[in-house]
């Protein structure tokens, strides 16, 4: 039995899609534990690129179970699109893919509502994906929600009702100008209801709990990143729920003392899509080659990801909170063909030098302080060793591991299942 929990380090996609996937041959079960459509998580592999965003990455697997866990919020009309895109790849959904009935549904008026909130903020804006992630999870705390489970009671229709009539009181409330047809939008939802129908619904916790006590292997995958937790992410621009590790006990119901590693996913560098503090954002030369290079456009709303640094403050401050026993080093060959490359090692704060991120970290109140150390030319996208990796590399990669005190157990080369270096 065992149970280990992958989650992002930085400002999400750091490339947990691509590691749940090449992981999951080693485990019996793949559970999500937190966010919903705002993920975008990507896997590739035999010449195919997919993009999935609710349903965990184990779905291309053979042998295993994918949980939907009670912690992540289902947009029914995603949801259909995401089983509709996999219709070609004949999977038994019906048997591999399982879903809490405690997890919280988003409706269409939470997407309004996400709109009418960020509209109304203005500049002020947090940057969402308007996947309604916000209303929804306000809903839950508030006592408020309706979840996959209660499709199941006979005044699903009235609650619905309810609750949707209350949020377009809501979205009145906030004076903007936002256009939409709710009729239309609810014929999709109640049509996308039926299908969510068609997949087994169940009592998670129990169902993992079980699991557990048969020697089943269960791998949590984490959506976004710490830096985006609602708690110790860049609050207020930070998604709402938590990303962190806790995030899986409290959204699969699995005890703490169970989880045995915890993997840390982080990019050779720093990336960040919507608003929000982001001390090493590079606006020149190198920030702009590693967008290119990297590809940094966002898997789910397309916007052009921000681009900076590594920054160790930070990383250490998300592997503490996590404790994270294992990293995963991913996209090292967007680095390549830099001559000299800057990791962030300490924050000048208000004109002192500190170690750790403190509660403000916006431009006026922190400088990152760099050190600079060698690049590599080589291409890397082809090797498959980690013998093989240019010797500065190797000197990056052990800079770091001395600077957080964790190893670095894989070094992903590339954005295919078969272009990842286990050291
Ligand atoms: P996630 O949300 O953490 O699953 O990450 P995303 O899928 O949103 O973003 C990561 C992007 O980087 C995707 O387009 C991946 O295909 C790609 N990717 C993952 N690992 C690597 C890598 O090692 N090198 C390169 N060049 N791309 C990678
Ligand atoms: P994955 O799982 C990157 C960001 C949004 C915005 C903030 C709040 O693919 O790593 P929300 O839609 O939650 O209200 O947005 O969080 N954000 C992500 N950024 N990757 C993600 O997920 C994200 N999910 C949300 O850009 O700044
Ligand atoms: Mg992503």
């Excluded at 400088?367 to 500065?392: F, H, K």
Aim: hydrophobic share 40%; with cysteine.
């Amino acid at each position: 039995m065992t149970v280990d929990l992958l989650l992002g380090l930085q400002w999400g996609d750091e490339g947990k899609g691509k590691i749940v996937d090449v992981l999951t041959s080693q485990y019996d079960i793949i559970a999500r534990f937190q966010g919903g459509p705002n993920a975008g998580h990507t896997l590739e592999f035999d010449g195919i690129k997919h993009v999935l965003r609710t349903i965990p990455s184990g779905i291309f697997h053979q042998n295993n179970i994918n949980i939907i866990g009670n912690g992540v919020v289902i947009d029914p009309v995603v949801f259909k699109s995401e089983i509709d895109g996999l219709a070609k790849f004949n999977l038994d959904l019906q048997s591999k893919l399982i879903i809490s009935r405690k997890a919280h549904l988003i409706l269409p008026t939470h997407r309004l509502l996400d709109a009418a909130s960020e509209t109304a903020k203005g500049k002020a804006k947090i940057g969402s994906t308007l996947k309604g992630i916000g209303p929804t999870y306000m809903d839950k705390t508030g006592r408020n929600g309706l979840r996959v489970g209660d499709i199941e009671l006979a005044d699903f229709k009235e609650r619905y009702r309810a609750l949707a009539d209350k949020h377009e009181a809501m979205i009145a409330f906030y004076d903007v100008n936002i256009q939409y047809n709710l009729p239309e939008l609810e014929k999709e939802f109640f049509e996308a209801i039926e299908d969510l129908k068609k997949l087994s619904f169940i009592d998670s916790e129990e169902y993992l709990a079980q699991a557990q006590k048969k020697g089943k292997s269960i791998l949590c995958e984490g959506a976004q990143g710490s830096l985006l937790d609602v708690d110790f992410g860049t609050y207020p621009f930070v998604t709402s729920s938590n990303t962190t590790a806790a995030g899986a006990c409290t959204g699969l119901g699995i005890a703490p003392n169970k989880i045995k590693e915890v993997y840390g996913i982080f990019k050779a560098y720093t990336t960040r899509v919507g608003s929000g503090p982001f001390p090493t954002e590079d606006f020149g030369a190198a920030g702009d080659m590693m967008a290119k290079t990297g590809n940094e456009f966002g898997s789910v709303t397309g916007r052009k990801r921000r681009c900076g640094w590594l920054d160790l403050v930070a990383l250490k401050y998300a592997i503490q909170i996590n404790g994270v026993t294992q990293l995963m080093m991913m996209k090292a060959d967007v680095l390549s063909g830099f001559d000299t490359l800057k990791v962030c090692t300490a924050y000048n704060y208000k004109g002192e030098v500190i170690h750790h991120l403190p509660y403000n970290i916006e431009e006026e109140n922190v400088t990152p302080i760099y050190t600079e150390l060698r690049g590599w030319q080589a291409d890397l996208t082809g090797m498959t060793s980690y013998d093989s990796l240019p010797l500065a590399l190797k000197d990056y990669i052990e800079f770091i591991e001395r600077a957080v005190g964790v190893p670095i157990k894989i070094v992903s080369v590339g954005p295919d299942r078969k272009q990842t270096i286990m050291k």
